[in-house]
């Protein structure tokens, strides 16, 4: 992959100067916008270090075709980049009917599983709610557009009450900000695409409408039967997840905050200040964040961001976020690689130009442990002697993590022996890695070669990080300070 051999040229992305490091990482939404290699490609070059495959749409003879783009493009470009599987989950639908059917307050409604409104007058849906939902529970349609409260269920019939008036369309959402999915929120979809995701080249998926750690842990047995070594994104945007989020962020590999949904289940106001308690707890517990949802949106349609967009982005960047995602803007928009652009542009600015010193009223000291010490004492020791750099060897992309959480403000450089590692870490805040052979030398060899691409300058002192089995994981052990001639 991204040997020796095939990293000939400085000319590509992956061998640009320290200072134009992008240390807040992007994911970026392959769709219709972007549905061809020139495009994909594009993306990358532009600034992706992610691509988000949204299995809600598409069918799997797509993903077949776009899978071995991502990663033609990505070895031509010699930059490693994340594929994340994005599962559809519980997403609850209103059913298929021709009519707009127009509700009043007050007005009591009945739902049910399939049912046919012409003929009955009961408003089907997609999913059996019957089965899990209670009375005295919120059941929001049409994206909260229509606010109801189930006030009983009987034959298989929910009966709801509605809050004001509004209209409903076919096959419009509908969530549950109150119910216990208990544990089934992994669909048969979900299983017939995990299937199919098990014989591609992905690195993360990511899990819709989790409630509870027992959600990811059921994934986690899926993904090992399937022998696969993905890792899990947990995507909170249920009131339950925002509830039960301490142990969600223990179980998960990843956490993303998906706001569009969020915003209905728990309310508006709630969702920057569960941004804030993602992030803090992904720091606390070295897992990386993501936010997402609407983050450039109106250039899904228009040219230019609204400035309120562009301060949403750089407030990530400040909190600390490893990444921000664009959804439809790259999916479906009309200016796919324009927002990316500017995306790119407004964390560079903000990185420039801001700091990043996270440490949120009410975050735990971390679990001290030989791995952490080390990454805090040579983050220490780096900025005491004003390094260049810290390049890590690193066989399962542990170590970075542990040094990226702590927000350095000096670059960290990875060199590992495993695609798979260099693929994930490509979301993670302030990391780029570099695929070589195991050695003892390996750190060394990649910065002798990136003082020759000219990434490094003679005269810059660099920080190394090994262990004394090289290719062996929870080895590291040692620091080395280099001052390059």
Known sequence: MYTIANMHTSHTAHFVPLKRYKRTKIIAT????????ESIKRLIEDGANGLRLNFSHGTH??????????????????????????????????????DIITVQKGQTLKLGYNADWLETGIIPTQYDLASKVKRGERLYMFDGKVRTIITSVRGGIVYVEAENDGILLKRKGINLPDTDFAGDVITEKDRADLAYGSTQDIDYVAMSFIQSARDIENMRKIIKGYGSDRKIIAKLE??????????????????????????VEVSPE?????????????????????????????MTE???????EVSDVATAVYLG????????????????HEALKIMKRIIMYSQQHGVVKVLFKGQ????????????????????SIDATAIVVESKTGSTAL???SERPDVPVIVVTDSPRTAQQLAIVYDVKSYVRPVSPQAAQKLTEFLLHEKVFNKGDIVMMISGRQPGVVGTTDTIKIRQLD
């Open 364 to 383: 735990a000291e971390k679990e001290p442990t030989r791995q952490l010490a080390i990454s805090r004492g040579a983050i220490h020791m780096a900025q």
């Open 238 to 263: 249920t009131k339950l997840a925002i509830d039960n989020l301490d142990e969600i962020m223990h179980a998960t590999d990843v956490a993303m905050v998906a706001r569009g949904d969020m915003a």
């Open 30 to 37: 392959v769709g219709p916008a972007t549905d061809s290699y």
């Open 302 to 308: 228009a040219p230019e961001p609204s400035r309120a």
């Open 321 to 336: 976020a490893d990444c921000v995602m664009l959804s439809d803007e790259t999916a479906m928009g009309k200016y796919p």
């Open 402 to 404: 542990n040094i990226a």
């Open 270 to 298: 709630v969702v920057p200040v569960a941004q804030r308690q993602i992030i803090s707890l992904g720091l606390q517990y070295h897992k990386p964040t993501i936010v997402a949802t609407q983050m450039l949106g109106s």
């Open 61 to 98: 003879e797509e993903r077949t075709r776009q899978i071995p783009w991502i990663r033609k493009a990505s070895r031509e470009l010699k930059k490693p980049v994340a594929i994340i599987q994005d599962l559809q989950g519980p997403k609850i639908r209103l059913g298929e009917f021709d």
